[in-house]
């Protein structure tokens, strides 16, 4: 078995990719226009990894991440995530972003209150721009003020993460997100 490797696998939105190491999963990426650019992505973290078949551990992680994008209710906390190499920052955001249950959604400025700075929601938002884990660390439920969708770096811009978000059946406010 590899130390480490690259796996992609389907999803209702598209082929994602997963790499893992040593100390977990190192990276998960959203689709991409192509498997070459899906696998480049991958590589930012993993330089040197293979496409490999995944050790049971990866390829658990990879089927709940195709649950989640099915509209299966998984937060996905328990699945192992290599920080080595991430911000300490990164690390608190993605953290708060983690505890957003699927359907949830919370604003960048909410989420920088949580974890203690108030007047970084610029910051929080460029921490998730650089997130290595989506849709692991969820992203995606991140808003902008005013219930507005904010950008989303994955490719496929702001229609990727609403249609993430409609999977997930979003409420924000009553009755939800896209009543």
């Given amino acids: 078995m590899n130390a480490c490797g690259l796996h992609l696998f389907e999803t209702p939105i598209g082929r994602c990719g997963i790499g893992w190491g040593a100390r977990g999963i190192a990276s998960v990426q959203l689709p991409d226009r192509n498997d070459a650019r899906l696998l480049a992505r991958l590589r930012l973290r993993l330089p040197d990894a293979p496409v490999a078949p995944p050790p049971a551990f990866v390829r658990e992680a990879a ?49 920088a209150h949580d974890i203690g700075e108030p007047s970084a929601a610029r910051a929080v ?13 969820p992203c995606h439920r991140i808003l902008a003020a005013g219930a507005r969708s904010g950008g989303f770096s994955a490719p496929g811009g702001v229609d990727t ?15 939800g997100l896209f009543d």
Wanted: aromatic letters at 6%.
């Fill in 63 to 111: 089927e709940r991440t195709l649950r989640l994008l099915q509209g299966e209710r998984d937060d996905l906390l328990d699945v192992e995530l290599d920080m080595e190499g991430v911000a300490p920052l990164h690390q608190r955001v993605y953290a708060r972003a983690r505890a957003i249950p699927p359907g949830r959604t919370i604003t960048y400025g909410e989420l």
């Fill in 125 to 137: 938002g460029q921490a998730l721009g650089l997130n290595p884990f989506a849709p692991i660390v």
């Fill in 161 to 175: 993460k609403l249609q993430m978000l409609l999977i997930e059946r979003a409420a924000f406010g009553e009755p």
